[in-house]
């Protein structure tokens, strides 16, 4: 019985020792932690003073007008055009696609393919659609001066009239028996293609008879071609 009272009295005895560590260590640390703080405060008010920095001393922001309100934004200039008229642009656009356009169609390479027709025909409006496109922002641009406003509408008109005398053509060959045929004209010169295995002189004088009516070129400026 003594022994367990003995016992009992070193562990409380123990425990108290240890609350008794516990609190010092934990006064130290937050004396530590008051003695820092309050050496940290006592620094900064010391180097405070030595710049002896104030609203005054502090330098200003420049205000500059960097970001000009959008009513003073410069605009454009309205006498800029899209097109030199003094180089004919537009003719010289209108020219080179029609170039490129004939000597695809009149390509060795590609008259021999099987869908030679349908092929030519699709690139050819591609391209052309391209050629009205430009045309069409040209005229509606404002930026674009009268000259050349109108030269870009008179081209677009030429091309659409261009474009119907082909078809009319087309129609007016394949009713002299020819199953397929591809026209394409510009401004001097006619590009005539029709599916057959070879062309006879009356093939090429009902070709020739029907393009010069209709286009008033003359025949040295036709080029007609088989596909076969």
């Given at each position: 019985m003594y022994r367990f009272k003995r016992r009992n009295y070193l562990v409380l005895s123990l425990v108290a020792v240890l609350c008794?560590?516990?609190?010092?260590?934990?006064?130290?640390?937050?004396?530590?932690?008051?003695?820092?703080?309050?050496?940290?405060?006592?620094?900064?008010e010391i180097k405070l003073t030595e710049v002896d920095l104030t609203d005054s001393e502090?330098?200003?922001?420049?205000?500059?007008?960097?970001?000009?309100s959008l009513g003073d934004a410069q605009k454009p200039e309205n006498d800029i055009s899209l097109?030199?008229?003094?180089?004919?642009?537009?003719?010289?656009?209108?020219?080179?696609?029609?170039?490129?356009?004939?000597?695809?169609?009149?390509?060795?390479?590609?008259?021999?393919?099987?869908?030679y027709?349908?092929?030519?025909?699709?690139?050819t409006t591609i391209e052309r659609d391209k050629i009205v496109g430009l045309l069409n922002e040209m005229i509606n641009n404002e930026m674009t001066d009268e000259n050349n406003?109108?030269?870009?509408?008179?081209?677009?008109?030429?091309?659409?009239?261009?474009?119907?005398?082909?078809?009319?053509?087309?129609?007016?060959?394949?009713?002299?028996?020819?199953?397929?045929?591809?026209?394409?004209?510009?401004?001097?010169?006619?590009?005539v293609i029709v599916e057959a295995e070879k062309l006879t002189d009356s093939d090429m004088a009902k070709i020739l008879d029907i393009v010069m009516r209709e286009t008033k070129v003359p025949f040295d400026n036709i080029k007609i071609l088989n596909k076969f």
């Open positions: 008794f560590i516990s609190y010092l260590n934990y006064a130290i640390n937050k004396y530590s932690l008051l003695e820092t703080s309050s050496e940290f405060a006592r620094y900064e502090l330098p200003q922001a420049e205000t500059t007008d960097e970001n000009p097109v030199d008229s003094t180089e004919n642009k537009v003719e010289d656009m209108v020219s080179e696609a029609s170039t490129t356009i004939a000597s695809s169609i009149t390509n060795s390479k590609t008259i021999k393919r099987s869908n027709f349908i092929e030519s025909r699709l690139n406003r109108k030269a870009a509408n008179d081209q677009k008109l030429k091309l659409i009239d261009i474009m119907n005398k082909e078809k009319i053509i087309e129609n007016l060959i394949k009713a002299k028996g020819f199953e397929e045929a591809l026209v394409f004209i510009t401004d001097n010169s006619v590009n």
